[in-house]
């Protein structure tokens, strides 16, 4: 299958669809135990060897929305993580989590209303999601956060994102960020986080787009 393509693999109960657009091969779903996905099988997804629960479990372990599911009686439909959290991945993307709404986001792209991998290194040619140029380029962030922010009140509710042009990934709504480590770093409802790779004070934008001459649609 071609990395630009969307294709669904169709069970009695329940369908899985993959969008290439988005896969940046985790393995989440490779490396889950049983049957539903063996790499070098044809097909290699198949619905109908475990049980609907088990598919909508392996499917919600994708951070990077590129795997959905859609049960035949629409009995079940995927819901929002209960907090909204970016994990500042180990010189990788941001993994975001949560009841997402990215702007100009394509419509088909089902996925990314709950599950994501954003570009921090400033290289995808696939802005905003991750593409993995981060390991072509040799982005170097180990992940740490130095800012804590304000402590929430509540930890769900809609997060906006917003790609602004040859800017930050602009954020509002609640907010908790993980560093590398996992540790909860930084909470908030509002934060504009570097994509351009050249940020002196990672996760965080610092204004170093301009100099760097970042240019989000390249």
Request: aromatic share 8%; net charge negative; charged share 25%.
């Amino acid at each position: 299958m071609s990395e630009e393509e969307k294709y669904t693999f169709a069970g009695t109960e329940i369908d899985v669809t993959w969008d290439g657009r988005l896969c940046i091969h985790i393995a989440e779903c490779g490396h889950a135990k049983g049957e539903l996905f063996v790499g070098g099988r044809q097909p290699w997804c198949l619905p109908d060897l475990v049980s609907p629960q088990e598919v909508i479990d392996v499917v919600q372990r994708c951070p990077s929305g590129a795997l959905t599911y859609e049960t035949r009686e629409q009995t079940s439909k995927e819901q929002p993580a209960r907090e909204n959290t970016v994990a500042v991945c180990y010189n990788g993307p941001y993994f975001v989590r949560g009841e997402l709404g990215i702007e100009d986001s394509p419509g088909d792209m089902e996925g990314v209303a709950y599950r994501v991998a954003l570009c921090r290194c400033g290289k995808s040619k696939n802005k905003p999601f991750c593409d993995n140029s981060h390991e072509v380029t040799g982005f170097r962030d180990y992940g740490a956060v130095g800012e804590k922010g304000e402590e929430l009140t509540s930890r769900g509710g809609k997060l906006n994102i917003k790609p602004l042009e040859n800017g930050p990934l602009l954020l509002s709504g609640n907010i908790t960020i993980k560093n590398g480590s996992g540790r909860e770093a930084w909470q908030g409802t509002e934060v504009a986080l570097c994509r351009c790779g050249a940020s002196d004070n990672k996760p965080f934008c610092d204004g170093s787009h301009v100099a760097a001459g970042f240019n989000s649609k390249e």
